[in-house]
């Protein structure tokens, strides 16, 4: 991919995540739908309060869940002025991560870059029915 995207990971200190993998699987998932543009996408990992507040907040729904994104795409695209399109956020409870993995049998990272490309495909606003 010619142009790097600017990935910034935000993580609660006491969660373990590779964030190496982290942008591997945002690189991946940008090649994949073609995506040339240069783009800025920012990737939070919470725990269940957090996470439960956000939840609260801007859906309406009581308590946690694994994943929340927030595309900037609801409108006009946002560019910052260096011409980088910036695509929104993503929030991961990591609590429930934790859980999902064991229930699956997999590796916690596993599942990670699973719900990393779930909000990625979110916020280039690919969605699920």
Do not use: C, W
């Amino acid at each position: 991919m010619e142009n790097k995207p600017s990935i910034l990971i935000f993580v609660e200190s006491r969660y373990k995540i590779s964030r190496k993998r982290v942008k591997q699987t945002v690189q991946r998932v940008l090649e994949t739908n073609g995506v040339r543009t240069r783009v800025e996408v920012s990737i939070a990992f919470v725990g269940d309060r957090k996470m439960s507040a956000l939840n609260k907040q801007f859906r309406g729904k009581e308590g946690t869940t694994n994943i929340l994104s927030f595309p900037l795409q609801e409108g006009e695209s946002t560019r910052l002025p260096d011409d980088v399109v910036r695509l929104g956020d993503i929030v991961i409870s990591y609590p429930v991560l934790i859980d999902e993995a064991a229930k699956e049998e997999m590796m916690v990272d596993d599942r990670a870059d699973e719900l990393v490309e779930h909000g990625m495909l979110h916020l280039l606003g690919l969605h699920h029915e």
